[in-house]
């Protein structure tokens, strides 16, 4: 299999074998539809290795870990699955010990499908595979989202509080504090064993923090502290350790229907703009590339399915020509279906070199508008580039009708 791609499962009960070079922490966690665990009974891991409908068998070190899911024993409500993994040695990172996940016919042990992320790097949890619910199939998907930031990163996206031990006082002073995850709707839930407590050979390494996060208000961060989940109206600067993050970027978009069954034709698009908000050109399905090659769009997605991107921009920061300084990320609906018939719509900006999530934006409000406008990317006069959440709604069906508004945005 390949990033992104899924088959239907023929079975009921299937098996998730992950290896590695080296002994790795596998966990299974069940998500209801809104992709939040209901509590601390969804981790299924080596302290917790049954659940309903899901169990974990360790390998001892000898053989993979895995994860086994009944989809018949599944709760009502429970629509998806996702394995992950992570090094069990701290700080260990997976470039160069890339993991491989093996489906199997949990009863004949048939194999089904075999996956392996490619260009892992700074990565140090990884969501591998999901089990997932569309349509009333069962189905697997490739995923191979990896997190610089360990299990906490990994655990805050599907909507576990994880509360840090408080820290010594510094020798200079703090950064403003950062405001915790949200919880998830149902409840808040505290630390999970599935972030510490003994493993069965060696104690676990602490939960490495969540990601950064800027208060309201707070106005501009960096890469620094690694992935950077920003809120509407919120900036990042493109730079980690004092240097312009120049190089190839993807910009990944998704979306889910609001309505189980529908399917949501998005269309998502770029717009690129000179110093005085100068449409220059777009990026979008029916213009696959533009800037000489430094901009390309992966094409179009027709249903919506699936958790993972649906549409993908890459932009070559570095090839971009100078006249180039604003980029307006856009999804339109051009069949007329509003984005209050859309669900868990996002953007991510991933480094294309290491795959490592950088920056992510999840749209929480919609109105009944056929266009939005995602976020923008602002080279600056020092040469770095700065993402700026958006999230304004626009009534448009095509990027066309998009130009002037995002250019009065910039």
């Known amino acids: 299999m390949t990033p992104g791609s899924n088959l239907p499962l023929n079975t009921v009960g299937v098996t998730v074998d992950v290896a590695a070079p080296v002994r790795l922490d596998v966990s299974g966690l069940l998500l209801a539809a809104d992709g939040k665990v209901r509590s601390d009974a969804d981790f299924i891991f080596y302290n917790q290795p049954s659940g309903p409908g899901v169990s974990y068998r360790s390998g001892g070190g000898a053989a993979p870990d895995s994860i086994t899911v009944d989809t018949g024993a599944l709760p009502s409500g429970i629509e998806r699955i996702v394995v992950t993994a992570s090094p069990d040695a701290a700080g260990q990172t997976f470039q160069g010990i890339e993991p491989t996940a093996t489906v199997r016919d949990a009863a004949s042990g048939a194999v089904i499908a075999t996956f392996t992320p490619p260009q892992l790097g700074a990565e140090t949890a990884l969501v591998v595979v999901e089990v997932y619910l569309r349509g009333g199939v069962w189905k697997v998907r490739a995923v191979g989202q990896g997190y610089a930031n360990g299990l906490a990163g990994i655990a805050t996206d599907f909507g576990v509080s994880v509360d840090e ?36 050979a060696a104690a676990a390494p602490a939960a490495p923090p969540a990601p950064a996060a800027a208060p309201p208000g707070a106005g501009k961060i960096n890469l620094d502290k690694g992935r950077v989940s920003l809120q509407k109206n919120q900036t990042v600067s493109l730079v980690k350790g004092g240097r312009p993050l120049l190089s190839q970027v993807k910009m990944g978009l998704g979306w889910e229907p609001a309505f189980r069954g529908a ?30 090659g430094a901009i390309k769009h992966s094409g179009d997605n027709l249903t919506g399915e699936g958790a993972g991107d649906d549409e993908v921009i890459v932009v070559d920061l570095g090839r971009l020509p100078a006249e180039a300084t604003g980029l307006v990320f856009t999804v339109n609906s051009f069949s007329g279906q509003k984005f209050t018939e859309v669900a868990k719509a996002y953007c991510r900006l991933i480094d294309a070199a290491s795959g490592e999530e950088l920056v992510r934006f999840d749209l929480t409000g919609a109105e009944p508008q056929t266009g939005v406008m995602m976020a923008k990317l602002i080279k600056q006069f020092s040469g770095e580039w700065e993402m700026t959440a958006m999230g304004d709604f626009v009534k448009s069906r095509t990027v066309r009708g998009m130009v002037k508004p995002a250019s009065q945005a910039l």
């Not at 950064?175 to 069965?200: D, K, N």
């Open 263 to 292: 399917d949501i034709d998005l269309d998502a698009s770029v717009i690129a703009y000179g110093p005085q908000r100068n449409h220059i050109d777009s990026c979008y399905f029916g213009k696959l590339s533009i800037l000489g």
């Open 165 to 200: 031990e408080p820290a010594a006082a510094p020798a200079a002073p703090a950064a403003p504090p950062m405001p915790p995850a949200p919880p998830a709707p149902a409840a808040s839930h505290p630390v999970s064993p599935w972030l510490g407590g003994p493993a069965p």
